[in-house]
């Protein structure tokens, strides 16, 4: 961005909340038995991330089950999220899931814009077909209804291979403030991280890390390219979905090691738990079949959820994984919220 060009203030402004590093979970999506809106859990569960020191949210997303367009449910947990949020003293930045052809996306964009969520984060999940320049159209359209958070989602779960050229070009589109990589791939990460520092785009778009599997080492790393420099500022992942309040204080540990010459040893025992502690509740061993529903497991046991059901009925935990989310739990409390969840849940449950 060339030194003249003038910046809204507003996109500004998002863009210097989204630098100072946050915490944005990826909102889970409360049912009843009958797999219908459970609203009081639905509004416990936002907050316990903003009274946790979320600094935003992501609503409508992989994790709150993109399957809620077909039943309705994108407007409702969209508006109670936002509503909720709102409680809180310092409101989080809201981040709504955005995907589909682009007629459905620009009015899911719109929808989002109206509520007043601060960002769009787009999903090119099911647009497989279409070439480079087909894609940035599609971008370029729902950029200009909401501000934009890319999202390179890993081909396991439904998302397709963006090369480093799509990437510098999507980059330099002016409304795009950031983006979440999360292709579960060092060589696929380097591809964005590449095409910001290609571009010259390190201070308008922030990156974050969507890498569950490597959250602590992404977050620690610092990217050199030809002369410049960026890293991941923050998170945006369905693992701080659970363990929010330890999220928040591990982001601040990263944020005082980067300041350091050198990271400590604790830095990379630290990454190599919380991989383990995803690899448990994102069931990694079955391709993550059962990661929405790892993610219910653990806040079911807490008591914010009622049960670990999702609106489809095949998706449920995997054959082992009920063990393994035992095992970890018990190897890491330190990465747990049980004690802090325990002590406000009716208060968030009201």
Known sequence: MAATELVPAGLAE???????????????????PERRLDERRQRALTRYY????????????????????????????????????REHDRAPLLIAGVCGPTEQAVAEAELAAGLGYDAGLLSLAGLGELANDDLLEHCRAIAGVIPLFGFYLQPAVGGRVLDVDFWRHFVSLENVVGIKVAPFSRYRTFDVVRAVLDTGREEQVVLYTGNDDSIVVDLLSRYRLDGREAHMAGGLLGQWAVGTARAVDLLARIKAWRSEESIPAEAL?????????NAAVFDAANDFAGCVAGIHEVLRRQGLLAGTWCLDPRERL??????E?????????????????????DEWLR
């Open 325 to 345: 989310i035992d095992r970890v739990e018990h190897a890491y409390p330190h990465l747990r919220d049980d004690d802090y969840v325990r002590s406000h849940l």
């Open 269 to 277: 025992t630290l990454s190599q738990e919380v991989t383990d502690l």
């Open 14 to 32: 998002l863009r210097r909340r989204l630098a100072e590093g946050l915490v944005i979970p990826a909102h889970p999506l409360a049912l009843t």
């Open 318 to 323: 995997s054959t082992g994984q009920l063990g």
């Open 50 to 85: 903003t009274a946790a020191g979320a600094g935003g949210l992501a609503v409508g997303v992989h994790t709150t089950q993109f399957a809620i367009r077909a039943v309705g449910l994108l407007q409702p947990v969209l508006e109670l999220a936002a509503e909720t949020a």
